[in-house]
């Protein structure tokens, strides 16, 4: 791709989606849900500050708001990059495979490009969870008029995690099984998942409560 | 706003959502979440036709692929809209209510802003219900290697249902009890929500099932 993803317009990025191009795709739209979510994060904390329940709360509202500027980056970031190596990764299937020679080269490029394919997920779901912590933090101090944009950052940000999730777990299986990143990926997408729900349904019943 | 929300590059309107200005906000973010949803279910529909699994689904899957541009077009359009009327509601907030006839003027106008920033968000709801309903067909017969963008379409799709029916709920209480949208609304939201947790469920576990 020659322009990068994020200097797209929002229409144009939405049509490269639906292209039979598989690139970008899934990963890449988890980021930017992510992306989103951590964007709304921050909207929140400037609605909030300056208000009453910001009281006492500042120090948390300003570290909360310059989290989500960094996650925010980050995301954005991680969709380009996410495009970028399922593109490695497809390029480097293409590669001849005629020769022994040309085999080990191939199966040492795919392998290459595969083990970034999947550490790019693992850093958007990693990032992610980091967003859905602010969220966390700020659903009970926001502004009680923008805790429906709390609880959509939360949603945003829990289908980032998941689907990044996906990402890494269809990428899995292709890793050699010396590959040291494929433990440590499986273990920590594990961990990741093994409390989305609960956090997921703690969240939004706090907001459920204020929205009352 | 002086530009479509659409033309705005991915990276401004990240940058858009995260400013103090609560528009765009949640709904616009719901609303694009739909809108990637679609894309990706347009994607694997796409990575799809030709291959083995497509034989004897080819009309379904071109139904599902004429329903996803439909829905993305206008996830698309409702993003805007969602910006805009709540553009409307705070500008009209902001009338003069020094007389009683300013003070009248000013609560029709409300209301009937009102009334739109509910309708928008109930409409997102509905789309996002029906991409869900696409990935749905999609999970069993997707080309295999892109099933993890079927499960991304699905928690994009699910985030966008969510995050709509929280811009619905937080608006109701504010239309009149003798609005017909109020109960509604009401009803149509709670109708998505009670099957949704369930339908993500079933699809996440089809999706796990062939990520083995």
Excluded at 21 to 42: E, F, Q, T, Y
Excluded at 56 to 66: I, P, Q, S
Excluded at 90 to 100: I, M
Excluded at 176 to 192: F, K, N, Q, V, Y
Aim: proline residues 4%.
């Amino acid at each position: 791709m020659e322009q990068r993803l994020s200097e797209l317009s929002v229409r144009t990025f939405v049509e490269h989606l639906a292209t039979s191009d598989p690139i970008p795709g899934g990963g890449s739209a988890a980021a930017m849900a992510g992306a989103m979510a951590a964007a709304l994060v921050h909207m929140v904390v400037e609605l909030t500050l300056g208000r009453p329940l910001a009281e006492g709360n500042e120090d948390a509202l300003m570290l909360t708001r310059r989290a989500a500027v960094a996650w925010q980056s980050e995301l954005i970031n991680l969709a380009e990059l996410d495009a970028n190596a399922y593109g490695a990764v497809v390029r480097a299937r293409q590669l001849p495979r005629d020769t022994d020679r040309q085999r080990d080269a191939r199966s040492i490029q795919v392998a290459a490009c595969l083990r970034e394919a999947t550490r790019i997920p693992v850093a958007t779901a990693r990032a992610a969870s980091g967003v859905l912590e602010l969220a966390e933090r700020l659903a009970p101090i926001g502004n009680r008029n923008a805790v429906s944009d709390v609880g959509v950052a939360a949603l945003l940000a829990v289908a980032g995690l998941k689907g990044a999730a996906l990402n890494v777990q269809i990428n899995l299986p292709h890793l050699s099984e010396d590959e040291p990143l494929r433990a440590e990926a499986g273990t920590e997408i594990e961990r990741l998942l093994s409390t989305v729900d609960e956090r997921d349904r703690t969240l939004q019943d706090a907001v459920a409560e204020r929205l009352r």
